[in-house]
């Protein structure tokens, strides 16, 4: 699928003062202009910054568009040779001024991503923040809430090889936990029972007073929704960690 180009800079920057130009910057130049198929986006990148280079355009505007011509897939000696041609037609002073923005934005550092913000970049839901129940967690959790109202649901997130410690949800009656794998690979076991794989759309009916554990495979992060079971006198007892004749 073609990325589509998204811009909101005019109604960010002139949405009140001049609502009809932002429309016009947002919604035509690049809502509808932009994102006209007849001509691919590192071509059109290319034709706008030659434009602006050879009228003189040497501010900020210029530097995004080189920034966008970069992103889609200009390298920087194409960059060069591009500068450089349209110098012997627009002038040799406007090359050194672009050049001074063109240095800039192929000599900026993109810091690495963590390990964490990789993975957040595979799943929908958020990964959240660290654990408030990391006692009964063996290893590193994060908790991101998905819905507090009607049904609450959180997205549970364990690095790899983490996992949580046994666990009963007690109910006199209804109750439980369902648990749908939105990302990465782990595990779920009952006490005494083989453990069962989770991969993303998996779902997991655990009953109440049942006694349980789930998460991460070794080698990979994993997510789970929870969602709790609405029953009567809930609660839920955490008990000891998994033994390592337990683990996967």
């Known amino acids: 699928m073609a990325e589509k180009i998204v811009q909101t800079a005019g109604r960010d920057a002139l949405g009140e003062f001049a609502p009809e130009f932002a429309h016009f910057n947002d919604d035509v130049l690049f ?11 590192k ?9 602006l280079m050879s009228q003189g355009i040497t501010d900020s505007s210029l530097k995004y568009h080189i920034s966008n011509a970069k992103k889609h897939g200009v390298t920087q000696k194409e960059m060069a040779a591009i500068i450089t ?15 001074r923005l063109a240095k800039e934005v192929y000599e900026e550092k993109i810091p690495e991503l963590s390990e964490k913000d990789k993975y957040q970049n ?13 006692e009964f967690f063996e290893g590193q959790s994060y908790l991101a809430p998905v819905s507090t109202e009607q049904v609450p649901i959180f997205n549970v997130t364990f690095e790899p090889g ?34 069962v794989e989770m991969t993303p759309g998996k779902v997991i009916n655990i009953p109440a007073n049942v006694k349980h554990w789930h998460g991460a495979a070794p ?11 609405k029953g009567e006198e809930t609660s839920t007892e955490w008990l000891e960690a998994v033994p390592d004749n337990d683990q996967v």
């Open 31 to 41: 809502g509808e202009n932009w994102n006209n198929g007849d001509i691919d986006l």
């Open 85 to 99: 041609h349209v110098a012997f037609y627009s002038g040799w002073p406007k090359a050194w001024a672009v050049f």
């Open 162 to 195: 983490c996992k949580n410690h046994y666990h009963i949800h007690h109910a006199k009656s209804g109750g439980g936990q369902m648990l749908i794998c939105v990302g990465g690979r782990g595990f779920y076991q009952e006490e005494g029972k083989e453990p």
């Open 43 to 51: 071509t059109r990148s290319i034709i706008t910054v030659v434009s």
């Open 122 to 134: 595979t799943i929908f839901f958020p990964i959240g923040d660290p654990n408030p129940y990391g």
């Open 219 to 229: 080698d990979s992060w994993f997510s789970h929704l929870a969602i709790e079971i």
